[in-house]
């Protein structure tokens, strides 16, 4: 993997300063993107932190091509990908006024963004700069810079928090629940992003208000396939609306860990933190 250290080794005796770092999505994942859970995202956001003060850009090469090779580890998360083509081709069509995208050649045409495109949208987005390899025609229209661009720059923080959801599954290796709750249609929820710092695991209640029984409040537990359940030192999405309420408690003895009120508008991502 990549290291701040060793970028900073080299930083201080090269006499030219590089402009590229290259890399893989993997890679690319770790640095920019702390949305997914892992330990060491302290580590990493410094070393976006330090190419983005040196001006070096991180080139992800060969993105389909390694998530291609994944996509029968983890069915559910390239699933995912894959109905999120087509919720973002017809959001996108809607914003657009019912106007056709220009056309790339592919066989979903008119029909869907394929999963390369969603996920060079996704690290575009995230200033990544991406380098296909592509040969055929369709693909080649596909990858184009007026493609992607246009993409990245409509995904919402919702949408993003939801590909690099599945993007992670994918690298990771472990599959998502089939009954995950993510990619629906609508552009007015909120992803609600839960990172656990606790040394044990974190379990999370959805609070009702005026359930209809005549109780003011009510905290229904969030199924684990939904994210319910948060390991330790990982993170869950869920899906919310704005002005919902959770609350999370530790797995080992109950007590309240916290309460977060979602107040990110629709489309957005909202990040809490379960404090150790």
């Not at 590089?18 to 994942?29: C, E, W």
């Not at 656990?196 to 209809?212: C, I």
Request: hydrophobic fraction near 35%; aromatic fraction near 6%; proline fraction near 3%.
């Amino acid at each position: 993997g990549i290291h701040g250290e060793d970028i900073q080794y080299l930083l201080n005796r090269c006499q030219v300063k590089p402009q590229l770092y290259r890399g893989d999505v993997a890679q690319a994942l770790d640095v920019y993107s702390r949305r997914h859970g892992y330990q060491h995202a302290h580590k990493e956001e410094h070393t976006a932190v330090m190419l983005k003060e040196h001006g070096i850009t991180f080139l992800a090469s060969n993105v389909a091509g390694h998530i291609l090779e994944k996509k029968a580890m983890a069915p559910n998360a390239y699933s995912l990908l894959q109905n999120l083509g087509g919720v973002l081709f017809r959001a996108h069509q809607d914003a657009q006024g019912g106007t056709s995208v220009a056309s790339t050649g592919h066989k979903g045409e008119g029909q869907y963004y394929t999963v390369p495109r969603v996920l060079l949208s996704y690290l575009v987005r995230h200033k990544v700069c991406v380098l296909p390899h592509a040969y055929k025609a369709e693909h080649l229209a596909d990858d184009a810079p007026e493609s992607v661009g246009g993409l990245a720059n409509f995904l919402s923080e919702r949408r993003v928090a939801e590909i690099g959801w599945a993007l992670r599954a994918l690298l990771s290796e472990k599959d998502l629940p089939e009954e995950h709750g993510l990619g629906m249609e609508g552009e007015k929820e909120v992803a609600a992003v839960f990172h656990n710092l606790l040394v044990d695991d974190a379990h999370l209640f959805q609070v009702l208000k005026h359930d209809g029984e005549g109780n003011d409040e009510k905290e229904v537990a969030i199924p684990a396939e939904r994210g319910g359940t948060v390991k330790s030192g990982d993170a869950v999405v869920i899906i919310a609306n704005t002005g919902d309420t959770f609350k999370a408690y530790s797995g080992v003895d109950g007590q309240l860990r916290g309460t977060y009120t979602v107040s990110t508008e629709g489309g957005g991502a909202s990040d809490f933190t379960i404090p150790a």
